[in-house]
């Protein structure tokens, strides 16, 4: 199965710690997404880049927020000095050259922040 | 602003009744897309289909069905003959622009389908 994949799964850890998640798109999708989704809401659209070039951030993304996609492949989204706030799924995305309206979604890493 | 509004928190219907999801958007721009997702219990979201704010031709997808019109900014989803599968949080989303970055979503809408 060559779909989005997201590591980890689940992640647990106490306020004030820094944590990193990582995407891997389906290969030679050239656009990535991620995007974050609390408890009964829709997910809720953070960042985006094509290939390595990050063109958009939601005003969602505070400065304790940081996303890479270093070689245009797999992506990171680092969390600083995290908040229970912060406690939520973070899905990632990716969409090909040639139709970058259909985005292919990725399970999610959840977050708990104690 | 662009907005996403399923009014419809929760669904419960019992298999092979039919049942509508509602989805209502607002937009300013005059080229924009709209998609349904499907969220089951696993978690992960499947993408179900896109319309492009010049296509209004209903669609129909096996027991799936789409209602757009523009005229009441609306973009229902229908299902015929429902089953116990079906059940999940199916989302609505908007996108304006033509590369299809932000997905705008709904807050879904959650369908149990008991048998």
């Known amino acids: 199965d060559t779909g989005v994949s997201q590591d980890p799964r689940h992640k647990i850890t106490k306020r004030g710690q820094n944590v990193t998640f990582r995407c891997d798109p389906i290969s030679e999708h050239n656009r990535l997404y991620w995007y974050r989704q609390t408890l009964g809401q829709g997910p809720e659209f953070l960042t985006y880049f094509q290939n390595e070039a990050q063109l958009e951030k939601s005003r969602l993304l505070s400065d304790r927020f940081s996303a890479e996609r270093p070689k245009g492949s797999f992506s990171t989204l680092e969390i600083q000095r995290t908040e229970q706030g912060d406690s939520a799924m973070y899905l990632c995305a990716s969409s090909p050259r040639t139709s970058g309206l259909k985005q292919f979604f990725g399970p999610g890493t959840r977050l708990t922040v104690l | 602003a662009q907005k996403v509004t399923q009014a419809q928190t929760e669904i419960s219907v019992v298999e092979k009744e039919d049942v509508t999801l509602d989805c209502v958007y607002e937009t300013r721009d005059t080229t924009y897309y709209l998609f349904w997702y499907k969220q089951p219990p696993s978690g992960e979201l499947v993408f179900l289909i896109r319309?492009?704010?010049?296509?209004?031709q209903n669609e129909i997808s096996g027991r799936y069905s789409w209602n757009f019109q523009k005229s009441t900014s609306s973009f229902n989803f229908t299902i015929t003959a429902s089953q116990v599968v079906d059940s999940a949080v199916y989302f609505c989303?908007?996108?304006?622009?033509?590369?299809?970055?932000?997905?705008?979503f709904g807050k879904g809408t959650t369908l149990s389908v008991s048998s």
């Open positions: 319309r492009n704010s010049f296509d209004e």
């Open positions: 989303a908007l996108s304006e622009n033509q590369a299809g970055t932000a997905l705008i």
